[in-house]
């Protein structure tokens, strides 16, 4: 007998990405985002702003996000939304609407840890993409996490090293502010190192005992290494700006793989993926993928639109959550940190 397939309406406002997804079982049916540009003008994200945009943006992001599956809400079999960690407005609009539209149809709801998702996002049923199997390790790089993650199961994680000050993903946006790069710069970054020499400029790598990672002393480096410079060349920054974030990048991959590569050898266990919206970076994954070879690590690298912030990776979490019955009540409060 054929079992009936499961449908999981996800929902995800964790920041500044008004996100829906609709799953059947693994498979992703629709995965919406809708982006707040007005943070721009601001250089940074404004909580208040964010969560105000939110309201506007929830009810027709879920709209399209059913009408592109092709899923009457009467079909649905569950309700996940992002839990934490996050900014507390942004979440309260999410998790609202999850409570009462899991109320009004009577189905269960799924509170989810937004870093949980990031990693899990490799189960998602995609052509072309494996999946990991228990245990691996999962390095989550974003602008608010850097973590390695011990990965034993579907719901059991162990961080076993993390940044000690900044992200990486803020060492990349306020390194591109200091070269006076828009916001969000990361990307920026990533684009002009593209076509820069990594060898070009060195910086000091910082010593931090074990696993963890330590991104605020580059970052005043990278700050005194422009001033020095700009003050000799008031043209440094146009002149260089290729080779000066390619040796940026440079230097933080660096700093991720040695804690990698130590992490691999610590645990034995050679099947390491990564998530969160700094995997994107390309010089990441080409170095990730440079040490399948080296190393003999099998890697795992999710689809591009599943590693920044979107509800299908909300929503795989809901679905294996739905399959061993771990349910919320209307109870249940965001929370602007969360135990991992």
Same mark, same amino acid.
């Not at 879920?62 to 507390?88: C, H, R, V, W, Y």
């Not at 060898?199 to 931090?208: D, E, L």
């Given at each position: 007998?054929?079992? !009936?397939?499961?449908?999981?309406?996800? @929902?995800?406002? #964790?920041?500044?990405?008004?996100?829906?997804?609709? *799953?059947?079982?693994?498979?992703?049916? #629709?995965? @919406?985002?809708?982006?707040?540009?007005?943070?721009?003008? =601001?250089?940074?994200?404004?909580?208040?702003?964010?969560?105000?945009?939110?309201?506007?943006?929830?009810?027709?992001?879920?709209?399209?996000?059913?009408?592109?599956?092709?899923?009457?809400?009467?079909?649905?079999? &569950? @309700?996940?939304?992002?839990?934490?960690?996050?900014?507390?407005?942004?979440?309260?609009?999410?998790?609202?609407?999850?409570?009462?539209?899991?109320?009004?149809?009577?189905?269960?709801?799924?509170?989810?840890?937004?870093?949980?998702?990031?990693?899990?996002?490799?189960?998602?049923?995609?052509?072309?993409?494996? !999946?990991?199997?228990?245990?691996?390790?999962?390095?989550?790089?974003?602008?608010?996490?850097?973590?390695?993650?011990?990965?034993?199961?579907?719901?059991?994680?162990?961080?076993?090293?993390?940044?000690? $000050?900044?992200?990486?993903?803020?060492?990349?946006?306020?390194?591109?502010?200091?070269? &006076?790069?828009?916001?969000?710069?990361?990307?920026?970054?990533?684009?002009?190192?593209?076509?820069?020499?990594?060898?070009?400029?060195?910086?000091?790598?910082?010593?931090?005992? &074990?696993?963890?990672?330590?991104?605020?002393?580059?970052?005043?480096?990278?700050?005194?290494?422009?001033?020095?410079?700009?003050?000799?060349?008031?043209?440094?920054?146009?002149?260089?700006?290729?080779?000066?974030?390619? #040796?940026?990048? =440079?230097? @933080?991959?660096?700093?991720?793989?040695?804690?990698?590569?130590?992490?691999?050898?610590?645990?034995?266990?050679?099947?390491?993926?990564?998530?969160?919206?700094?995997?994107?970076?390309?010089?990441?994954?080409?170095?990730?993928?440079?040490?399948?070879?080296?190393?003999?690590?099998?890697?795992?690298?999710?689809?591009?639109? =599943?590693?920044? $912030?979107?509800?299908?990776?909300?929503?795989?979490?809901? =679905?294996?959550?739905? *399959?061993?019955?771990?349910?919320?009540?209307? #109870?249940?409060?965001?929370?602007?940190?969360?135990?991992?």
């Amino acid at each position: 007998m054929q079992q !009936k397939p499961i449908f999981i309406l996800a @929902i995800e406002s #964790s920041c500044d990405d008004t996100a829906a997804a609709v *799953l059947q079982d693994s498979k992703v049916l #629709s995965n @919406i985002v809708a982006q707040q540009a007005i943070h721009e003008q =601001y250089g940074g994200v404004v909580p208040e702003l964010a969560s105000r945009a939110h309201q506007q943006n929830i009810v027709p992001v879920i709209d399209i996000a059913l009408k592109k599956a092709n899923i009457d809400k009467s079909e649905l079999s &569950g @309700i996940a939304f992002t839990q934490g960690p996050g900014l507390m407005g942004s979440l309260l609009v999410g998790s609202s609407f999850a409570k009462s539209m899991a109320m009004s149809l009577d189905i269960p709801l799924m509170a989810v840890n937004h870093m949980h998702a990031h990693i899990l996002a490799h189960f998602i049923d995609e052509e072309g993409f494996d !999946k990991p199997e228990f245990p691996f390790l999962a390095m989550t790089i974003s602008g608010g996490h850097t973590q390695i993650v011990k990965v034993k199961s579907f719901f059991e994680m162990e961080i076993i090293g993390e940044t000690t $000050d900044d992200a990486v993903g803020e060492a990349f946006d306020k390194s591109a502010k200091i070269l &006076g790069l828009p916001y969000p710069g990361g990307p920026l970054i990533d684009k002009y190192a593209q076509l820069g020499n990594p060898k070009a400029f060195s910086f000091t790598k910082p010593k931090v005992d &074990g696993l963890n990672f330590s991104f605020s002393g580059l970052k005043t480096q990278i700050l005194y290494f422009v001033q020095k410079n700009v003050k000799e060349n008031p043209d440094f920054i146009t002149e260089n700006l290729n080779d000066i974030c390619a #040796s940026i990048q =440079y230097t @933080i991959i660096q700093i991720l793989m040695d804690k990698l590569k130590l992490a691999a050898v610590e645990t034995g266990i050679h099947q390491i993926a990564i998530g969160g919206g700094v995997s994107a970076n390309s010089g990441i994954r080409a170095t990730l993928k440079e040490g399948e070879k080296k190393y003999g690590w099998k890697t795992f690298i999710p689809k591009f639109e =599943y590693t920044t $912030d979107n509800a299908a990776m909300i929503g795989i979490v809901g =679905y294996h959550k739905f *399959l061993e019955n771990k349910f919320n009540d209307a #109870s249940v409060v965001s929370k602007a940190r969360i135990e991992f």
